[in-house]
T-cell receptor, first 110, second 113 residues
Framework: GQQVMQIPQYQHVQEGEDFTTYCNSS?????IQWYKQRPGGHPVFLIQ?????EVKKQKRLTFQFGEAKKNSSLHITATQTTDVGTYFC??????????FGGGTRLMVKP | GAVVSQHPSWVICKSGTSVKIECRSL??????MFWYRQFPKQSLMLMAT?????????EQGVEKDKFLINHASLTLSTLTVTSAHPEDSSFYIC?????????FGPGTRLTVT
């Protein structure tokens, strides 16, 4: 079945450093979504990418969808302590099944 | 404000008892709701798709007789964990799709002693 993998699993950064998490799917995706889950909270939708090679920005966050629509990345510029949490990618395949990646836990040292 | 609510937010029960978790869509009707389980420091695993007016669709490996789902109305789905065991202790989250977004409930933390 479809598998979605994320790396790294954990990332410690110093406040102000950049951070990137990568998402790879075993199958071609119709779209990719990103969620953020704060410690003790529930996942919150951040964005959806649909087009091959698409790049979207939300303030310090940059989301990218690969040309082959099998990978994606989330880059955070100049991290802040408020960025702490686990970032999940989730992809829809042709059968409209949404599969979540394992998540990347971001910890930011002030 | 909250789009999806869950009740209870946490519950402790004894092994062998059953626990019912409610998921309510507050802002829009939902013919479909999803139930996920999340173990500590792990990703969300889809358990089942709740369908209003018909039977739920369970993912492979999820026992439908143990995790009873009832989509009672267009705004309410319930998940009942029957004969709970300590290994069922987890964070159960429902979500409601609206167009391409999924709105997650706040989750229910179940601890089985």
């Amino acid at each position: 079945g479809q598998q979605v993998m994320q790396i790294p699993q954990y990332q410690h950064v110093q406040e102000g450093e950049d951070f990137t998490t990568y998402c790879n799917s075993s199958t071609t995706l119709s779209n990719i979504q990103w969620y953020k889950q704060r410690p003790g909270g529930h996942p919150v939708f951040l964005i959806q990418l649909v087009k091959s090679g698409e790049v979207k920005k939300q303030k310090r966050l940059t989301f990218q969808f690969g040309e082959a629509k099998k990978n994606s990345s989330l880059h955070i510029t100049a991290t802040q302590t408020t960025d702490v949490g686990t970032y999940f990618c989730a992809g829809h395949n042709a059968g409209n099944m949404l599969t979540f990646g394992g998540g990347t836990r971001l910890m930011v040292k002030p | 404000g909250a789009v999806v609510s869950q009740h209870p937010s946490w519950v402790i029960c004894k092994s062998g008892t059953s626990v019912k978790i409610e998921c309510r869509s507050l802002d829009f009707q939902a013919t479909t709701m999803f139930w996920y389980r999340q173990f500590p420091k792990q990703s969300l695993m889809l358990m089942a798709t709740s369908n209003e007016g018909s039977k739920a669709t369970y993912e492979q490996g999820v026992e439908k007789d143990k995790f009873l789902i009832n989509h009672a109305s267009l705004t309410l789905s319930t998940l009942t964990v029957t004969s709970a065991h300590p290994e069922d202790s987890s964070f159960y989250i429902c979500s409601v799709p609206n167009y391409y977004e999924q709105y997650f409930g706040p989750g229910t933390r179940l601890t089985v002693t």
